[in-house]
């Protein structure tokens, strides 16, 4: 803030001189007033000018007026009180915005009326490259409040006037706006700049008070965001365990509106031992805590996790409470666990008959609710079928749990399937542990290898399967569940009933559909569309580009008995692609193992269907040339054409791709 104490004489023959000279002496003018009249020179502003002549209007000017809405919401309080200090002294009180257009006036009627003369008006821009040297346009270029009297404007239209201007900065510290007191130059004082410099720090912290209420708000709206968009629910408590903050989440929990649960004692609604055994007492840190979730009358199993809220005022603790139905967090350790079915019938390849037919018995018991109990040798697509079944029946949305009952030692597998409660035994885990059982609820348990279930335990999964409710060990509550059971297993369980091994009563409980996987030697014309699906598979497992088979692999492939059936084709593929050298594969990327096999087989045949195999073989390697075909056979080609004759061998070379 500068005081300016001038002699409007010897400033009207400085501005004189500069504007018909272009230069001034120094001592004359102050500096700042220099650097702008130069600045308007170099800028072509005329310093005859009687009027300002850049202004806005109509459309342009409300958008301009509605960009600084809030600049002008803000000000307009503060001009307001700053005017009633000057009113009837001949001062107007003016909003500007960073490019020096005036927003606001307020002011005695002659001023103002005297003053618009010169298009010192709303709309008009006051900047020094449209207006000259005035308080807007210097506070604007330079940062800082200024004072300019009469003859220090660069333009005629000002010189009647002394106006004192102080830039408006926003939180950030970026110029937004100019605040200016206008008034007739006898009634010059320096204590005009004061007061506008001191009404812009009024409004410079309105607008930080604002900007701290934006960003409460702000905030208040990014909490209520991230609570309504957690899945858990969450509660918020003070220190005596009144609930003060709900998400929607907790409220569908707790089967009741926002509103209505507000106000209340958590303790209506969850387990006493979440918080301390007194009101006073510390709230106690739970983690995946089982509870009751008490609704009216009626109760069901919760996870909570708990929380406290350290700094509130007086030394007080709230607490935050997170809680969860018990069969979403279920759900979540299911998907985490890969407790889900990931094969459907569709995954499921084959196009014999028998094998079709096998298929279609599996899709017309996954429709049911039965047990199922899945009969075949090991390999043959036990656990396919199982996962196929579980996605194509009604509880397809539930987990899918698999257990090997023969993985699983036999001190163990109880724990396991029907889970134990805390110090049950020990090394029990803290808090207990569901069994797979209460994992499936709502889905499907698949029991691999339920043949070697020893016999103690089949009478407790028998009395599961009767009441559909399990008790963990070393616990009395009975837990229901709503589960449909796939059984498997490669022995012959009417033979182990038979011998004592297996409860004739939970063979007839799982065996009301029974389904018989085949084994791959009875669907033999299936090995081609397995070899050709799993070859696929592995070109991009391995980063392999295998596009043919030799018709002689398919011919050992085919004649081969395949006792670890689909399991062992492909394990076999497997090993014939990473031994391949080139883009197929041929005899020598076989397991000797086979090739003798199947040699064997051969040299038990009669001449002629091992002459017509050979022939056959040749026709595919040598893609139907018959010359060729000869030449190896050592025989005449007419010759050839009687043994294809014979042989019935008269049809299209088939190449296969994959």
């Given at each position: 803030m500068v005081q300016i104490q001038l002699d409007n004489k010897n400033l009207y023959t400085a501005w004189q001189k500069f504007v018909t000279e272009g230069r001034v002496d120094s001592d004359q003018v102050r500096e700042v007033i220099m650097k702008s009249w130069y600045y308007c020179v170099n800028a072509g502003v005329d310093p005859y000018q009687k009027k300002v002549k850049e202004l806005s209007e109509g459309q342009e000017l409300q958008a301009r007026l509605a960009e600084n809405e809030e600049l002008i919401k803000l000000s307009l309080p503060v001009m307001e009180n700053l005017y009633q200090f000057v009113a009837g002294s001949g001062f107007t009180v003016t909003l500007a915005d960073e490019e020096?257009?005036?927003?606001?006036?307020?002011?005695?009627?002659?001023?103002?009326?005297?003053?618009?003369?010169?298009?010192?008006?709303?709309?008009?821009?006051?900047?020094?490259?449209?207006?000259?040297?005035?308080?807007?346009?210097?506070?604007?270029?330079?940062?800082?409040?200024?004072?300019?009297?009469?003859?220090?404007?660069?333009?005629?239209?000002?010189?009647q006037s002394t106006c004192s201007a102080a830039p408006i900065h926003d939180t950030t510290g970026r110029i937004i706006?100019?605040?200016?007191?206008?008034?007739?130059?006898?009634?010059?004082?320096?204590?005009?700049?004061?007061?506008?410099?001191?009404?812009?720090?009024?409004?410079?912290?309105?607008?930080?008070?604002?900007?701290?209420?934006?960003?409460?708000?702000?905030?208040?709206?990014?909490?209520?965001?991230?609570?309504e968009s957690i899945a858990d629910g969450i509660l918020a408590t003070d220190?005596?365990?009144?609930?003060?903050?709900?998400?929607?989440s907790a409220a569908r929990i707790l089967q009741s509106e926002p509103e209505k649960i507000l106000t209340k004692d958590i303790l209506e609604f969850l387990g006493p031992f979440t918080f301390g055994r007194t009101r006073s007492e510390a709230v106690k840190n739970f983690t995946d805590h089982e509870v009751d979730i008490i609704i009216g009358d009626k109760k069901k199993k919760g996870i909570v996790s708990t929380r406290p809220i350290e700094g509130l005022s007086g030394g007080r603790r709230g607490t935050v409470v997170l809680i969860n139905e018990i069969h979403r967090t279920r759900k979540l350790v299911q998907r985490m666990a890969g407790a889900e079915a990931k094969l459907t019938f569709a995954d499921i390849l084959g196009q014999s008959e028998s094998f079709l037919a096998t298929v279609r018995l599996a899709k017309t018991a996954a429709s049911g609710y039965s047990n199922i109990l899945l009969l075949?040798?090991?390999?043959?697509?036990?656990?396919?079928?199982?996962?196929?079944?579980?996605?194509?029946?009604?509880?397809?949305?539930?987990?899918?749990?698999?257990?090997?009952?023969?993985?699983?030692?036999?001190?163990?597998?109880?724990?396991?399937?029907f889970g134990y409660t805390e110090g049950a035994f020990t090394g029990a885990k803290r808090g207990g542990n569901p069994g797979k059982f209460e994992l499936a609820d709502g889905g499907t348990i698949f029991l691999d290898e339920i043949g070697e279930m020893p016999l103690e335990l089949q009478t407790i999964l028998l009395r599961v399967l009767e009441q559909k409710s399990v008790v963990r060990i070393g616990g009395q509550e009975v837990i229901p569940v709503n589960v449909r059971v796939i059984a498997a297993t490669n022995r012959n369980l009417?033979?182990?009933?038979?011998?004592?091994?297996?409860?004739?009563?939970?063979?007839?409980?799982?065996?009301?559909?029974?389904?018989l996987l085949l084994s791959l030697r009875e669907h033999r014309e299936d090995v081609r569309v397995l070899?050709?699906?799993?070859?696929?598979?592995?070109?991009?497992?391995?980063?392999?580009?295998?596009?043919?088979?030799?018709?002689?692999?398919?011919?050992?492939?085919?004649?081969?008995?395949?006792?670890?059936n689909v399991r062992e084709l492909y394990n076999v593929l497997?090993?014939?692609?990473?031994?391949?050298?080139?883009?197929?594969?041929?005899?020598?990327?076989?397991?000797?193992?086979?090739?003798?096999?199947?040699?064997?087989?051969?040299?038990?045949?009669?001449?002629?269907?091992?002459?017509k195999e050979l022939i056959s073989t040749l026709l595919e390697e040598c893609q139907g040339n018959m010359s060729l075909v000869a030449t190896k056979l050592g025989i005449a080609r007419s010759t050839l054409y009687r043994k294809l004759q014979k042989y019935d061998l008269n049809h299209p070379v088939r190449q296969d791709k994959v």
């Open positions: 020096g257009v005036i927003l606001n006036m307020i002011g005695d009627e002659d001023v103002t009326t005297s003053i618009a003369r010169g298009n010192f008006v709303v709309g008009a821009n006051w900047s020094e490259t449209s207006a000259g040297t005035n308080s807007i346009g210097v506070a604007l270029r330079f940062n800082k409040p200024i004072q300019i009297f009469s003859y220090e404007h660069f333009c005629i239209c000002s010189h706006g100019v605040l200016d007191m206008t008034g007739y130059y006898e009634r010059v004082h320096s204590h005009t700049l004061g007061m506008v410099v001191a009404a812009v720090y009024g409004i410079e912290k309105q607008l930080e008070s604002q900007e701290a209420w934006s960003r409460c708000r702000l905030e208040e709206r990014y909490k209520h965001a991230v609570m220190e005596n365990g009144i609930i003060t903050h709900i998400n929607s075949g040798d090991s390999g043959t697509g036990k656990d396919v079928f199982a996962q196929a079944i579980h996605n194509a029946s009604n509880c397809s949305n539930g987990p899918f749990v698999a257990i090997n009952c023969g993985a699983i030692p036999r001190d163990l597998i109880s724990s396991e399937l009417a033979k182990e009933v038979e011998v004592g091994n297996f409860r004739r009563d939970l063979f007839f409980r799982l065996n009301v559909i029974s389904i070899g050709i699906h799993f070859i696929k598979k592995m070109n991009a497992l391995l980063g392999k580009e295998v596009s043919h088979v030799a018709e002689s692999v398919w011919g050992y492939l085919q004649g081969y008995d395949w006792p670890g497997e090993r014939a692609m990473n031994v391949a050298q080139g883009h197929e594969l041929t005899v020598d990327t076989l397991p000797a193992e086979i090739i003798k096999t199947c040699s064997r087989r051969v040299s038990q045949r009669s001449f002629d269907e091992m002459e």
